[in-house]
């Protein structure tokens, strides 16, 4: 087990593992995109609350369930120390520096940008994670069936202004996160080619930072319109 130590305890390592649980995220994402769009159907939230019960009863989803978790703890835990161990190697700034003619705003904003992101994760488990399994949910019935009214719990925090915005705060954020961290998790790992990084460096800059994140920041407010009868 000595390479599991040394691999903690090396900043090439720590970066690696940070990729590695980056790039397992991101796939999350696209699952958890397609699942949500069912808010969309106009169906009273049936398919909503069927895709979620579906994601909470079925055996596999639920073990990677407890993966993914786990990613997200490790995620922020490697960022946390590796931001820690840079700024102790520079404990003093240089005098003369211009870091924006050298790395994008994004690049050096990953540590603020990445903090925003678990306040927010926070934020929303505690909203439809924790609801879900620990909350007064109502039930709906579909074909003699009884499901969670999860979409009625969706409606109850979209419809409150403060949580939309917030919300849609938070998906600009993660736009800019994933615009750096997708294509530079590949980078950490070595995996560049000049066949096949301009398609990464395509799929971080276009659909993981702008259609993942316009997606998502589509529901909340599709959601309050609705529940307002604004449409």
């Known amino acids: 087990m000595a390479w599991v130590t040394q691999t903690l305890s090396s900043s090439l390592g720590r970066k690696v593992i940070m990729s590695l ?25 049936r398919a909503f609350n069927e895709y979620t019960y579906f994601m909470t009863h079925n055996p596999l989803i639920m073990t990677i369930s407890y993966v993914l978790y786990t990613s997200i703890l490790v995620h922020a835990l490697m960022a946390f120390i590796l931001t820690r161990h840079n700024q102790a190697s520079r ?14 705003w994004a690049s050096r904003n ?3 940008l990445g903090t925003v992101l678990l306040l927010f994760i926070i934020i929303h488990m505690r909203t439809f ?18 499901y969670k009214d999860l979409y009625a719990v969706v409606q109850v925090a ?3 202004l403060w949580y939309v ?17 997708f294509q530079s998790g590949f ?20 659909f993981f930072a702008i259609i993942i994140p316009a997606a998502f920041a589509a529901m909340p407010i599709y959601v309050y319109l609705q529940v307002h009868h604004i449409i």
């Open 187 to 206: 980078q950490t790992l070595g995996l560049r080619h000049k066949k096949y990084t301009p398609i990464i460096e395509f799929l971080g800059k276009y």
């Open 158 to 160: 979209f419809g409150e």
């Open 165 to 181: 915005i917030l919300y849609v705060i938070c998906m600009v954020a993660i736009g800019y996160h994933l615009w750096h961290g």
């Open 91 to 104: 404990p003093i700034k240089y005098a003369y520096s211009k870091p924006e003619a050298n790395s994008a």
């Open 110 to 112: 990953m540590g603020i």
């Open 21 to 45: 649980t980056g790039l397992f995220l991101c796939s999350f994402l696209i699952i958890h995109m397609a699942g949500n769009l069912q808010l969309f159907k106009g169906d009273g939230g």
């Open 129 to 146: 994670w924790y609801e879900m399994h620990f909350g007064s949910v109502p039930m709906a019935e579909y074909d003699g069936k009884e």
